[in-house]
Nanobody, 124 residues
Framework: QVQLVESGGGLVQAGGSLRLSCAAS????????MGWFRQAPGKEREFVAAISSGGGSTYYADSVKGRFTISRDNAKNTVYLQMNSLKPEDTAVYFC?????????????????WGQGTQVTVSS
């Protein structure tokens, strides 16, 4: 069992930045991939970014590529999402999740554990 707690969300103006954190419980954090997803009102949960267990490989949705950066600190059991040049369309609840082994990293079904989410609101 893994517990995830996100933090760092808030209200920011367009063009601004936020850094989300996701703290994980458990001693095996360094053995699994992690992902960030987001869900806007009335929309399906969508992939944002993912990172491999060791942090050497990262993956991004086209909509955030070049603006967002995913990273992890395995010593702190934490994964981060640095969000720059934010746009109003980035407004959503952001979730971190633990990826299942050999599962598809781009779909929610590929993840086994989820945090409670943190709200990000970007004003125009």
């Amino acid at each position: 069992q893994v517990q995830l707690v996100e933090s760092g969300g808030g209200l920011v103006q367009a063009g601004g930045s936020l850094r989300l954190s996701c703290a994980a419980s458990g001693r095996t954090f360094s053995t699994y991939g992690m992902g960030w997803f987001r869900q806007a009102p009335g929309k399906e949960r969508e992939f944002v970014a993912a990172i491999s267990s060791g942090g050497g490989s990262t993956y991004y949705a086209d909509s955030v590529k070049g603006r967002f950066t995913i990273s992890r600190d395995n010593a702190k059991n934490t994964v981060y999402l640095q969000m720059n040049s934010l746009k109003p369309e980035d407004t959503a609840v952001y979730f971190c999740a633990v990826r299942g082994y050999s599962s598809n990293r781009y779909y929610p079904s590929g993840y086994d554990y989820w945090g409670q989410g943190t709200q990000v609101t970007v004003s125009s």
